[in-house]
């Protein structure tokens, strides 16, 4: 029985995969194509846990600024380069611990806040309580006396999270 017979069950003769390198696609008897999505997964790390945040054309949206040839500045809490990683072009080694989360808010002109534990959440609150905006995706909902609090602009994805702090630069 195990594994394979369960599998079986699921897939038949009317469905076709193609985990293909740059896209998967799935095809089904009588429809079609109706997946074509590029074979991208973006993954979060919430406190030491990995979650998926987005899969396919969402995933791909949140590369970023260095794959847009970007320069990308990394804040980072210890005092060693090594905890930064490919992404960051310019690290800045604090030894702060989650006390640079106070650097990290005051920084910019908006928060974007992409998922997230605890810090994720201190970096929201200060840069509330210096009336920044907060571009938020899949990331916190506060509460304010029982009452949800709509400070966080919510994004559907990377790009609108990116559009969404834009115009909130350009409002200022």
């Known amino acids: 029985m195990g594994l394979f017979s369960s599998v079986k069950k699921i897939w038949s003769q009317d469905m076709a995969i193609d985990l293909g390198?740059?896209?998967?696609l799935v095809v089904l008897k009588g429809q079609g194509v109706v997946l074509n999505e590029p074979s991208v997964v973006a993954i979060v790390d919430q406190g030491g846990k990995k979650n998926v945040l987005a899969?396919?054309?969402?995933?791909k949206t949140m590369l970023g600024a260095k794959s847009e040839g970007g320069t990308t500045i990394g804040i980072l809490p210890g005092i060693n380069i090594s905890e930064s990683n490919q992404w960051i072009d310019i690290p800045i080694c604090t030894g702060l611990g989650y006390a640079r989360n106070?650097?990290?808010?005051?920084?910019?002109?908006?928060?974007?806040?992409?998922?997230?534990?605890?810090?994720?959440l201190s970096?929201?609150?200060?840069?509330?309580?210096?009336?920044k905006p907060v571009?938020?995706?899949?990331?916190?909902?506060?509460?304010?006396?029982?009452?949800?609090?709509?400070?966080?602009?919510?994004?559907?994805?990377?790009?609108?999270?990116?559009?969404?702090?834009?115009?909130?630069?350009l409002d200022k």
Request: net charge negative; proline share 0%; aromatic share 6%.
């Open 123 to 131: 970096e929201i609150a200060y840069a509330l309580a210096e009336d």
């Open 21 to 24: 390198t740059a896209n998967t």
């Open 102 to 120: 106070v650097i990290v808010a005051r920084a910019g002109i908006v928060a974007i806040a992409i998922g997230g534990a605890y810090g994720t």
């Open 135 to 169: 571009i938020g995706l899949n990331t916190w909902e506060l509460m304010r006396n029982n009452s949800f609090d709509n400070k966080i602009i919510r994004a559907k994805n990377a790009k609108d999270a990116v559009k969404k702090a834009l115009e909130q630069i």
């Open 55 to 59: 899969v396919g054309d969402e995933a």
